[in-house]
């Protein structure tokens, strides 16, 4: 293409070397709706090499022992600490997030991923029994599996890919992974540290393209018996039928349809400012961003006036300026697609109290064509409406007022998801009852995201299969075997 110069151009690394690849994909800023970077758009061939490079890599790397695996992991999350402000700035760009986001919450947690998992993979232990009756001793043991396939996605793009590599090759196992086509350039700026951070060649390969081409191929290799992926619920059924004739292993971290609950006795000064964190950062898309808001009914308007407020004193505007809350959604579609939300929201007759269609949005000169919305919140909505039930995954929240305890439990595990609950209440009986009843992976009460990666993440229903965290990884990525000795 001719503007192509200009352009930043991908390559694929695979066997610790950059591939060009025979077509490409546009990538396009957010910010500015410009086309400014091509990614691979690898398949079957790229894949195939990939899982070739990572088979042949698996012998030499799955028998280092887990100190020197945990030096490497150490040495790779001080090199990009070290590149942290570039790998911020290109991680907003590439995004649409803003600036500070990047530099406060993305980079940094990619960083604690790899210390994180160079840490904890020296301390676990096996178990063991002893039968004196019989004679025997049993133990287990824990191996690598082999080459593990994982597919990321593009809200949180450097952080949840390295929250897959970091278990994976910790625990001994190599790795294809595949980045959101939409975000891959931190991806292969990490490619590029992996050689001085003495990652041996194969170990980490990355395959970038689009989830039904690469992302496809990937899944049904036979020579890849694990796959961890973080995105759609859709998305998963497909993975999880075409790896069904291999018999995958499979780690799944899908969306959610998080609520809020807010008793009538809850902290407003605490509660107001972090749930509007909770329903807006990173512009709503995280998969535990707050979707619904629940609020015993005497506080209500008040907790509603309070809400809208604050929500208008967001700044939307260029991710690059330090000032703003909140940067541009992903895409255009995925823009057209959260407004169309809020239009059925009040074909519903639902109440839109700011934001998208009530208020007026004003960008910066370079930023007109960027895919910008403002903060939404929406009252009056039915339960059973779209946007009560489906993950609309932009900043947009419903606000409904409840009654009783056992109602709001009721009505907040009406969805088809599970993945995060907060609840908030200075009643410590309460928060105990309310969240052993709440079908939901993860409970924060009086506090949103306070995450310790030591404990199970993941969630129940449609949100998702299996957990991530610790122990979790590390079951997840290696094989246990059981071994009896009589003596």
């Not at 110069?5 to 991908?10: F, G, I």
């Not at 951070?197 to 020579?223: I, M, Q, R, S």
Request: proline share 5%; aromatic share 8%; charged share 20%.
């Amino acid at each position: 293409m001719a503007h192509s110069k200009a352009l930043l151009v991908l390559e694929n690394f695979i066997g610790g070397k950059f591939v060009p690849c025979s077509s490409y994909i546009d990538s396009y800023n957010p910010s500015t709706g410009d086309v400014y970077c091509r990614v691979p758009d690898s398949g079957k061939e790229e894949v195939e090499a990939a899982v070739k490079a990572a088979k042949n890599a698996f012998p030499v790397w799955s028998s280092k022992s887990p100190l020197e695996r945990s030096q490497i992991l150490n040495k790779l999350a001080d090199l990009i600490e070290q590149d942290l402000e570039t790998f911020a700035q290109a991680e907003s760009k590439d995004q649409g997030k803003t600036i500070t986001f990047a530099r406060t919450v993305d980079i940094p947690r990619a960083v604690y991923n790899f210390r994180f998992f160079a840490s904890s993979i020296l301390h676990h232990m096996t178990e063991c029994t002893e039968m004196a009756t019989m004679g025997c001793v049993h133990y287990t043991s824990r191996a690598p599996v082999g080459v593990a396939g994982l597919i990321s996605p593009w809200n949180l793009p450097l952080y949840l890919l390295t929250w897959k590599i970091a278990p994976a090759i910790a625990c001994g196992n190599t790795v294809v992974a595949k980045p959101s086509e939409m975000t891959s350039v931190t991806a292969w700026m990490m490619c590029k540290l992996l050689e001085k951070a003495g990652v041996p060649h194969g170990v980490v390969n990355v395959v970038f393209g689009t989830g039904t081409k690469a992302g496809e191929a990937l899944v049904c290799h036979p020579d890849v018996p694990l796959i961890s992926f973080t995105g759609s619920t859709l998305t998963a059924q497909r993975i999880m039928e075409k790896s069904a004739p291999h018999c995958k292993r499979l780690s799944m971290e899908l969306g959610g349809k998080n609520p809020a609950i807010v008793f009538d006795d809850a902290d407003l000064t605490q509660c107001i400012p972090t749930t509007l964190r909770s329903s807006f950062a990173n512009q709503g898309e995280i998969c535990l961003c707050t979707s619904r808001i629940f609020v015993q009914r005497g506080i209500y308007s008040e907790f509603l006036k309070r809400f809208v407020a604050e929500a208008k004193k967001w700044k939307v505007g260029n991710p690059s300026d330090p000032t703003v809350n909140m940067g541009a959604l992903i895409s255009k579609e995925h823009l057209e697609k959260v407004r169309s939300y809020v239009k059925k929201a009040q074909a519903e007759g639902a109440r839109v109290l700011c934001g998208e269609g009530v208020d007026f949005l004003a960008l910066p000169t370079g930023n007109q064509k960027g895919y910008f919305m403002l903060p939404t919140v929406i009252a009056e909505v039915k339960d059973e409406s779209c946007c009560m039930q489906e993950e609309i995954f932009g900043p947009v929240t419903c606000v409904v007022a409840f009654d009783t305890e056992e109602e709001v439990i009721e009505r907040a595990n009406g969805v088809k998801y599970g993945l995060a609950a907060t609840v908030w209440s200075s009643n410590v009986g309460r928060v105990h009852r309310v969240a052993q009843r709440l079908q939901s992976g993860l409970v924060w009460t009086n506090c949103w995201l306070v995450r310790d990666l030591n404990l199970p993440f993941g969630g129940m229903k449609a949100s998702g299969i299996g957990r991530e965290g610790a122990k979790d990884s590390y079951e997840f990525f290696t094989e246990v075997k059981t071994i009896t000795i009589k003596h």
